[in-house]
């Protein structure tokens, strides 16, 4: 069984890094747009993942159906096979287990580190994060395990690999024609190897104390029906509890914690007298299924999950203008097309990462402070990084909990994700009487047009027109700041897309 | 295990990084071996050839055969360079890009007269470049025809080239490929544009340099005659087939119907004729006059055969 288990974990990764590999998109000619290059969902891990599932939709009092169709089988497994995901699919714990393997051999076994002190952190993290969505703020992205590989590897792995592909050495399924950067790459890849480095101290540190999708899963398997059972002829070596990576096997060998177990099977092979099993049963012996959390502890947790949530809605990010309806804090925080209204977006984005791998110009970043600490992480388009192309939808096909909802390339003309404006004072065709009007030239809406003003063609933009996709931004010769720049003001995800279409369609009919 | 002591190790770097440093050193390329402009022309210098009709791919041929064909050009084994428009991510019915049919056709009658490698490139402006190729129809048109067909996105595609006679830039880049091509071939569309009123021949080659915006900063036009005098292509095929009368260069805009492809070897004649199709004189397009006094090439149509078939 433990040979299964890890040829199980080498596909499951495998199969991790592959669909993490196809999250990106090729021009289809029959589409005459870009599509993914697969049409197996990419984000599976992301919907089977229960924590991300039950925290969207707290938080944001929706029924997500991607993510409760693929999350619901895993807690029922869960319910009847206890922690078999962390030990036999998540691609972190099989990084860990590798990591163990590859750099923490010599460590020595701690065989008394089931200290219940560490070991419940993960319960009161979950609490936090629980407590948090039922007050409306998704912050499950901070700590989940699948979120935290996925953003190290497009953030720190993915450009690497566009360098060597731009570099001739071709990746297949990696682009050689961008190059890819990210803001926060350091602190993305900073978080992961953090994790690993945290395996100096015990095997799986993280999934052991600090997991929380782990304390969900550990939570789920109080009526776990497959267990742990050790025959009577046991000759108390205790071999198995230095074995145990999860330091789960109690003093007593007999003895384990069931919330623990990973079913890794590593105890069985150990076992001299090959007296301990994990089969499906219903005996009791040795199974503590408790979990002893004190009390205070989880208020305390639930009293940061409540901080956090409150924090973020007073945040200054939070403050809408005087309308009502746009977030004044940040005259930048440019939403990719198709992302839903402010408040639901932050608690639907669970942070994935994936529209920005897919993003074929790169534009779409990891927010900084663009959107407050609710946001953190979230996608932002930067044009003078690149702008939101127009034959393109990609953002929207890969994201799992639908805070960019599905969207056509066609509806993107009437959906309004910014406005352009030109600072007179810094184009050269206002203030030199050059010969410029790039914004004009390479404008995919038509929304930039020029006046002839004593005797200079002069750029203007007409807001009806302008989406706010960037490109203008983006190609402007002025540096280091464009003199024409998106803001959000021009935002209108309050609105329908009808409404969005209505006011598209007053726009004057110019020709030139 | 290998056992390494100290003195070897800090050798071995050296080693290796002195190696980095001399292989560093012999990849800086400098000046180009020779410009296009230096190579005697094939054709008669004053002569265009208009075809006119509606079949796209039919006029390419007969108007470069009207010229003199396409085997006085292009010899067994010549590595040919074709330069479209392909800046946006357009289809070709919104006439902002080369037809695909006329580009198809130039790699085909290149291809009948022996030639080695055929390479279709541009700087593209719009992104994914993988996109614009497709949606421009030109990676299927060069591809099907035998050519390879490359967007140019990297500042290590292109060189610096000297530009001894220019008035507002004395140096500028080229697309490495086109220096190093036998035989270049430009093959623009005629269409209305924001800052220089019209593209046509001379203003496609901006696609042949690295900074565009430095040129808007400058003064386009000049700008735009100077490379003229540095980058002359073997053959320019103008695409006039669909001309784009608003909205260009981008679109989409109004189009007509014009049924025609002109191919000359003076880049200053085949654009005055191309203003000549927007009802405009070539003496209004400031980047054309400004060549034509530079010694481009005739913009007085006057003065030039035009064979029309």
């Known amino acids: ?25 090729r021009y289809s000619a029959d589409a005459q747009a870009n599509i993914l290059t697969s049409k197996a969902p990419i984000d599976t891990f992301f919907r089977m993942d229960p924590l991300l599932g039950l925290t969207t939709m707290v938080a944001t009092r929706r029924i997500i159906m991607v993510m409760l169709a693929y999350g619901l089988p895993v807690v029922i497994l869960s319910v009847l096979a206890g922690r ?114 945290l395996n100096a101290i015990s095997r799986r540190f993280w999934c052991r104390n600090l997991c929380p999708l782990g304390a969900l899963l550990g939570a789920l398997s109080k009526f776990s029906i497959v267990r742990r059972v050790v025959k009577s002829n046991c000759i108390n070596c205790r071999k198995c509890i230095p074995g145990c990576k999860m330091g789960a096997i109690c003093d007593d060998p007999v003895q384990y914690q069931a919330p623990e177990c990973i079913y890794c099977y590593s105890c069985t092979p150990i076992c001299p007298a090959l007296s301990t099993r994990i089969a499906p049963t219903l005996a009791s ?30 945040n200054v990010a939070a403050k809408t203008s005087r309308t009502g309806r746009v977030k004044t804090s940040s005259p930048v925080l440019i939403r990719p097309p198709g992302a839903l209204p402010e408040d639901e977006f932050v608690d639907r984005c669970v942070r994935c990462s994936e529209c920005m791998k897919v993003c074929p110009t790169n534009g779409l970043q990891p927010a900084l402070g663009e959107a407050g600490f609710e946001g953190i992480w979230t996608p932002v388009l930067v044009p003078r990084i690149g702008e939101c192309t127009r034959h393109c939808n990609l953002c929207s096909q890969v994201c799992s909990s639908q805070a960019i909802g599905p969207l056509e390339v066609s509806e993107k003309e009437h959906v309004f994700i910014g406005t352009a404006v030109i600072d007179r004072s810094q184009c050269i065709a206002w203030n030199s009487d050059k010969q410029c009007l790039v914004c004009d030239e390479c404008c995919s809406y038509r929304a930039v047009v020029w006046q002839t003003i004593d005797g200079v063609r002069r750029p203007f933009v007409e807001e009806h027109k302008c989406v706010g996709c960037g ?42 | 295990m290998i056992k390494l002591d100290r003195r070897e190790f800090l050798g071995a770097i050296a080693g290796l990084g002195g190696a980095l440093f001399l292989g560093g050193c012999g990849s800086r390329e400098t000046q180009s071996a020779e410009l296009p402009a230096t190579r005697t022309t094939k054709y008669a210098d004053n002569t265009l050839a208009v075809a006119s009709g509606s079949d796209a791919s039919a006029l390419t041929r007969k108007a470069v055969d009207a010229l003199g064909g396409m085997d006085k050009l292009v010899k067994s084994g010549d590595f040919v360079v074709v330069k479209p428009n392909i800046a946006w991510n357009q289809p070709p019915e919104v006439g902002a890009t080369t037809n695909p049919e006329v580009v198809g056709e130039i790699v085909r009658m290149c291809k009948e007269c022996g030639a080695g490698r055929i390479l279709v490139i541009d700087h593209v402006i719009d992104r994914p470049a993988e996109m614009v190729l497709g949606l421009t129809g030109i990676m299927a048109a060069g591809k099907n025809a035998g050519a390879e067909v490359v967007a140019a996105q990297n500042e290590s595609d292109f060189s610096r080239v000297e530009i001894a006679q220019g008035r507002a830039i004395k140096s500028d880049t080229c697309l ?83 049924g025609k492809v002109i191919a000359g070897v003076d880049p200053v004649a085949v654009d005055s004729y191309g ?25 007085d149509l006057a003065k030039v055969t035009i064979k029309n078939v």
């Open chain 1, 1 to 25: 069984m433990e040979n299964l288990r890890r040829v199980v974990q080498v596909v499951a990764f495998g199969v991790f890094l592959y669909l993490f590999a196809l999250t990106i998109g």
């Open chain 1, 84 to 197: 078999f995901f962390c030990g036999w699919i998540c691609p972190l714990g099989t990084t860990l287990d590798a990591a163990d393997v590859l750099f923490f051999r010599r460590r020595q076994k701690t065989a008394t580190s089931h200290s219940a002190g560490l070991r419940n952190i993960k319960y009161y993290l979950l609490a936090g994060i629980v407590i948090a969505a039922l007050f409306g703020a998704q912050i499950a992205y901070f700590l989940d395990p699948i979120t935290i590989i996925t953003r190290a590897f497009t953030f720190s792995v993915f450009p690497l690999a566009a360098a060597i592909s731009a570099g001739g050495v071709n990746i297949p399924l990696v682009p050689a024609d961008v190059q890819y950067f990210f803001r926060l790459n350091f602190l993305a890849a900073a978080v992961l190897i953090g994790i690993i480095a």
């Open chain 1, 285 to 314: 012996d040795g199974y503590n299924s408790g979990l002893d959390l004190s009390k205070r502890r989880v208020l305390q947790a639930s009293g940061v999950g409540l901080a956090i949530a409150v924090l973020g809605k007073t």
């Open chain 1, 471 to 512: 490109i203008c931004e983006n190609v402007c010769p002025i540096q280091p700041l464009s003199a024409i720049r998106v803001f959000s003001f021009g935002d209108k995800r309050h609105l329908s897309r009808q409404e969005q279409k209505a006011y598209f369609e007053q726009a004057p009919k110019t020709e030139q």
């Open chain 2, 176 to 258: 490495k490929e086109i220096l190093k091509a036998d035989v270049f071939i430009n093959a623009p569309i005629a269409k209305t544009h924001g800052a220089t009123t019209l593209t046509l021949g001379m203003k496609n080659l901006m696609g042949c340099i690295w900074d565009r915006q430095s040129w808007h900063r400058s003064k386009l036009d000049q700008c735009i005659a100077d490379y003229a005098t540095i980058i002359r292509p073997d053959l320019t095929i103008l695409d006039a087939n669909r001309i784009l009368l608003t909205g260009g260069p981008k679109g989409p805009g109004k189009t007509k119907a014009v």
């Open chain 2, 275 to 299: 203003a000549g199709l927007f009802e405009m004189s070539a003496d209004d397009i400031s980047h054309i006059r400004l060549a034509h006094e530079m010694g481009v090439g005739e913009m």
